[in-house]
């Protein structure tokens, strides 16, 4: 019995038929920070042209993708939260040292946070936008299902090989 006088729970850490312990139950999404959602809808409408070649590709495949989306006290370019990676479209500006600092920075607290970070170059998003979303599409798809052997029917002879 717990201490409030009723049965534990059946799975150790949760209700019943969750799952139960805790590296089993998915992470819960951080909550955007105060003026980020403003900011983030500011911010869709103000994509640069490579944002919005990508968007479109994106949208075709129909995945689920976020643009401009708040995640706790960041607006990420694009968000695939079904498999918990983030897409940044990164221009000349990522590559100044102080820059690369506040990225180093944002990808720490986003992969302890339990996202993956995806950064693709501007000018290759505008260069070769096929392999850019084939390489965002592997990354966000769950991974495939081991595959099993192909089951003899009911009442078929055995092969045997010798």
């Known amino acids: 019995m717990t201490d409030g ?36 809808r500011r911010l869709r409408q103000e994509q640069t042209f490579a944002e919005r070649l990508l968007w479109e590709a994106l949208r075709k495949r129909r995945m689920n993708f976020r643009r401009q989306a708040p995640v706790g006290r960041f607006v990420v370019d694009f968000a695939h939260f079904g498999s918990s990676l983030i897409i940044e479209v990164d221009g000349y500006h990522h590559t100044l040292p102080e820059r690369q600092a506040r990225d180093a920075e944002r990808d720490a607290w986003f992969s302890a946070n339990g996202f993956r970070v995806l950064r693709v170059a501007e000018k290759q998003v505008r260069d070769d936008l096929t392999a850019v979303v084939d390489r965002i599409v592997a990354e966000a798809a769950p991974p495939p299902s081991p595959t099993l052997p192909p089951s003899r029917g009911k009442g078929e002879k055995r092969c045997d090989v010798r």
Not at 10 to 17: T, W
């Open 5 to 40: 006088g009723q049965p534990p729970f059946p799975l150790e850490g949760g209700r019943a038929g969750d799952g139960g312990g805790t590296l089993s139950a998915p992470r819960a999404r951080p909550r955007p920070a105060p003026g980020s959602v403003p900011r983030a």
